[in-house]
């Protein structure tokens, strides 16, 4: 439970805030998570059983 709680409690790199998680579609386990203030952006890929991150600003 600990490992799911970890999961689930990602956060933003450039605000920190926690992750909202947007379940797209539970049978194909789609998930998104993002930034409440739109700076971040982490899709879940079952066909790829990887994530891919998008940044939604500007990195200095
Ligand atoms: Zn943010």
Redesign the pocket.
């Known amino acids: 439970m600990s490992l799911f709680n970890n999961l689930t409690q990602e956060k ?1 790199p ?2 920190k ?1 926690k992750l909202t998680t947007y379940k797209s579609d539970i049978l194909l386990s789609h998930v998104i998570k993002s ?1 409440p ?1 739109d ?2 952006e982490k899709e879940f890929i079952p066909s790829l059983e990887g994530y891919v991150e998008h940044y939604k600003v500007a990195t200095k």
């Open positions: 933003c450039v605000c805030e930034c203030q700076h971040y």
